[in-house]
């Protein structure tokens, strides 16, 4: 029989090759937008797959070592982590996607129209999604920290925006358009920050036993926008 | 010791107390939208940290249940089903609250801007939310694959409603704002509907050990708008 350590290890090498994935995934859409370039779309969606089928292999590897081995403790909660940060991977690449369609509609939209802070959201966003799993992997309960820290700052940036973007909408209405399909990336990308610091907090719950979710100051999801 | 049948029954009364909380909240929070009503909006945040700290609760529990006993087969998936649930629960919480919140930037805007197809989405989205969450306490398959049927509609109405904001948006710059607001409660909406059609899923799989995510035809999360 496989070593409940070896299984572990599988575990956490199958995360991390998602992880990878939906990353990648991230930078293609961003690209997309930034360049507005439906190839780079096309990368994103060329993933959907592989991520979708990763999702089911883990929760599969979960239950089977839930139900071969009694695993306690660090053990147990590294499991329930694995759990939680494959949907929160999965639900990343979903909205990836977006961010690609989003970028779709993009195309062929004359230059006029600034893409404003997108891309320096979009750095910061990378930026908490790299630390989240960096955090998972080295345990690192410091790193998960810093990107619960660095939520508030993408809210911020995202508030910028829309106001931006909603006095472009008021001034020119040939900017509407446009001004929806941006609107709808920032929000997509503090979506994507959102399940960055869910993964944090399940480290954070992995590595110490500290339940961090609703505790003032670790960030919200909900959102007024 | 509590036994192990005993402990599973109180975690479905604790599932289904928090789903009841949060049926309450969308219910307030759609009341808060087509009623211009700030106190509706009120009682939806009243509920949140009741709902956070269920969730909380229900996540211990889980973990007490793994580490005590050594569920199998339709015990185990009854439970991997209960974490997922709860997580697609705390969220649907937040919808809510969102939904509060895009209400409380409505009230005093002149009554000339139409609520649209709001309520009728709403009326839809409220049913997939009792209808997966009856198929949960029931373990029924029928019910929960009435949920994934019910997904496309709610899509497809939102995607009207899109179209006739835009054009309210196009034809006069004041309405920019509050269609702005209408936009995202029907975002919200459709989010909440993703949401019970996870819960569907996840019920599917409690109850047969199929798994329906990823098959196309069952619903899709990934939106264009």
Do not use: W
Not at 91 to 119: C, F, K, Q, W, Y
Not at 193 to 210: M, Q, R, S, W
């Amino acid at each position: 029989m496989i070593k409940l350590v070896e299984r572990l290890e599988h575990l956490k090498n199958k995360l991390v090759e998602m992880s990878s994935l939906v990353e990648v995934g991230i930078r293609h859409s961003i690209r997309a937008v930034v360049q507005k370039d439906s190839g780079e779309a096309e990368e994103v969606f060329k993933n959907e797959d592989r991520i979708n089928s990763i999702e089911l292999e883990i929760d599969g590897l979960v239950i089977e070592l839930l139900a071969l081995h009694q695993p306690m403790a660090i053990d147990l909660r590294f499991i329930i982590a694995v759990l939680k940060i494959n949907t929160n991977l999965e639900r990343m690449g979903d909205l990836s996607v977006n961010i690609a369609h989003n970028a779709e509609s993009l195309v062929g939209v004359p230059t006029g129209t600034p893409v404003v802070d997108v891309p320096l959201i979009a750095g910061l966003v990378g930026s908490m999604v790299r630390k989240s799993m960096d955090a998972f992997v080295a345990c690192d309960v410091d790193l998960a920290r810093e990107v619960l820290a660095s939520d508030d700052a993408v809210d911020s940036l995202r508030t910028s925006c829309y106001h931006e973007l909603v006095s472009f909408m008021e001034k020119d209405r040939e900017r509407i358009k446009p001004a929806l399909s941006l609107l709808a990336v920032t929000r997509n990308l503090e979506r994507l920050a959102d399940h960055a610091t869910n993964i944090a907090e399940d480290v954070l719950f992995y590595a110490k036993g500290i339940d961090v979710r609703h505790v003032s100051g670790t960030g919200s999801r909900t959102g007024k926008l």
